[in-house]
């Protein structure tokens, strides 16, 4: 996307969150989801981290705060509301984060 002259990077992400019921790792009657899912979701979050993103969008308007956004929208304003890079690498940290405390859960469960 362009503004200004200014190339901006717009990241889209579809979903990043462990569902409740999926399973990251083998156990004994409960195998993964599918194998390699917790690799799956590792080199996801690397990739995501190592994004240039300007404009960070998803599949449900929570990922990046989107009611918040639009109360911030005044008359010649519109567009920049969306530009949050910070928000964006604070978002993937939490998600990351999220995935690594359900990992190890599910890690050191009997």
């Given at each position: 996307?362009?503004?200004?002259?200014?190339?901006?990077n717009?990241?889209?992400?579809?979903?990043?969150?462990?569902?409740?019921?999926?399973?990251?790792?083998?156990?004994?009657?409960?195998?993964?989801?599918?194998?390699?899912?917790?690799?799956?979701?590792?080199?996801?979050?690397?990739?995501?981290?190592?994004?240039?993103?300007?404009?960070?969008?998803?599949?449900?308007?929570?990922?990046?705060?989107?009611?918040?956004?639009?109360?911030?929208?005044?008359?010649?304003?519109?567009?920049?509301?969306?530009?949050?890079?910070l928000g964006?690498?604070?978002?993937?940290?939490?998600?990351?984060?999220a995935?690594?405390?359900?990992?190890?859960?599910?890690?050191?469960?009997?």
């Amino acid at each position: 996307m362009m503004q200004a002259g200014r190339r901006l990077n717009v990241v889209i992400v579809g979903s990043w969150n462990v569902n409740p019921g999926w399973r990251l790792v083998d156990r004994a009657g409960q195998p993964a989801s599918y194998p390699r899912i917790a690799a799956d979701y590792k080199r996801t979050f690397a990739m995501l981290k190592g994004m240039k993103c300007d404009i960070f969008l998803g599949a449900h308007g929570g990922y990046f705060g989107m009611l918040e956004k639009l109360q911030r929208i005044k008359p010649g304003a519109a567009e920049d509301v969306w530009i949050d890079p910070l928000g964006f690498k604070a978002a993937v940290a939490e998600r990351r984060q999220a995935f690594e405390t359900e990992l190890k859960r599910q890690e050191t469960e009997q």
